[in-house]
Every structure is written in C-alpha cells, then in structure tokens.
C-alpha cells in the first residue's frame, strides 16, 4: 500500500488521503520518526501531535515547504508560523538578542504551552516570521513532536494543523477530516484532551505582554517574572 501511495505521489495524482500511522503518545517507534523524518526532510507537511493540539510539522527553513504550509491551511501571510524545539539552547540560537525575561520564562515553564515571542536570528526566514522579523517558539512538552525534532537535528514549524478558522484538531479523525487531501502523513497518537491553545508572550526587552492567554494563565507569568 505505502508503494502504491509513493506512486500516485510520483504520478502526480491529487486528492490522495494523508497515510495515518499510529505511534504512542509516550514512546514513539523510532522507525515511524524516522520515516516521518523523511518526510519533511523532501520538503512535505506531517501532521504531528503535541502537547495542546496536532500540528503541522515542516522544515521552518524550506521556502516551498513554508509556502505549501499557508496554502494547506488557506492562512493569511501576515501571520507568522511558530517554531517547535527541543531545548532551550535550540530557542537561543534562533534568536538575535534574547530579552531577560526569556530565561525565567522558558525554565520555568518548558516543555509546555507557553509559545514566546522574541526578535528572530538571520537564519529564520522572513517568511516564517510575516516579514516582521519575530519568532514564535516553544519546546512543547510531547514526546512525538521533540523525537521529531531529535531526529532532524532541527526544530520543526508548529502550527495547528487545521484549516484557518476552523476549530483546531485533538485528534488525528478530525486533522483527517480537514487536511486529509493535503497532507502526505500523520502521526496518529490518539487525542491530546486539549481544549485550550499555549499561551502567547511577546518578550521586548524588559517589556511583556500576554498575546493569547492559553492553557498558562496570565497570573502565573506575572509570578514566574516577578520572582
């Protein structure tokens, strides 16, 4: 069957429905991060889970992986793609300058989701960030996704994996039902419960401020920031 989804795919053919592959939530197989690795590697979108809702997982520094994103999704260019990592150190090498209040943030609360907003390194294409120059990062607390990233060596996109505007997806039924026919593969590792998005904090130097108030409440950024 996989050899003759690869030939449709090399044919050309259209409407073809996303290869679903189950994985654990806990202990993904190494061989189906591998072979999802391979994926995004030729430049194709993977719906992954993470620790809110499913994503869409590319390489952020392909262009034409990047530009497949927004047409997928059907979202507008002038809303930037976040970038999901592993560790911390990964999130400082793709920032230019990190504001103080980075660290206290990101140590206090990844892996989970708290999405940070800061000044982007030059490696971060334009594009990825709607030409305003800021990345959106997080190290989100799932293991599927940071295997993925493990294995690429390299931090992945993590938009939601759903059609712009429509509700985002906790399981890999409904990324189907959406973005089935656009997608080459998804991870399936059963729902994620969640009902709420991260949290969203824009870092300017000493300044912050709460975006999209998500599953971190605003009361506990206060708190981390003030001690």
Known sequence: MRADREGNRAAGAKNVSAEL???????????????????????????????????????????????????????????????????????????????????????????????????????IPLKVTANMGRAALRWPNSPVACALIEQLGSPITGTSANISGYPSCSNADQLMEQLGDRLQLILDAGDTGAMISSTIVDLREDDWRVVREGLVAAEDIQSALAG
């Open 21 to 123: 592959m189950k994985v654990s939530s806990g202990t993904p197989d190494s061989s189906a991060i591998r072979y999802a690795a391979a994926f995004i590697r030729r430049g194709e979108l993977v719906g992954v889970p993470t620790d809110t809702f499913y994503a869409l997982a590319a390489d952020p520094f392909n262009l034409a992986a990047v530009e497949e994103i927004y047409r997928a999704k059907g979202r507008p260019e002038n809303r930037a793609l976040p970038i999901l990592v592993n560790s911390i150190d990964q999130a400082v090498s793709l920032a230019r300058e990190l504001p103080p209040n980075f660290l206290k943030l990101a140590k206090r609360f990844w892996p989970g989701p708290l999405t940070l907003l800061v000044d982007a390194s030059q490696q």
